[in-house]
């Protein structure tokens, strides 16, 4: 259960920063020189990634839920 505690935290965590990076990305970027096109494609990846790690995140949540389950059982 201490395994499926952490990876609940890390990917909350992981989540939150590539939602951040993704909502600062069209303001900061441009400041920093970096070219249109690669802007476009940094969200792209962002938003992938975001979509990814809520996958991620269901699946731990079912492993961590499976779990208690079974614990609750002994």
Do not use: C, F, W
Not at 7 to 30: S, Y
């Amino acid at each position: 259960m201490l395994l499926a505690r952490h990876a609940q935290i890390q990917v909350q965590h992981e989540i939150r920063m590539a939602r951040t990076a993704l909502q600062t990305a069209r303001a900061d970027l441009p400041r920093l020189g970096v070219p249109e096109s690669v802007i476009e494609h940094t969200i792209k990846l962002y938003a992938a990634e975001v979509a990814q790690l809520q996958h991620l995140a269901r699946s731990v949540r079912a492993v961590t839920e499976a779990l208690a389950e079974r614990n609750a059982a002994r």
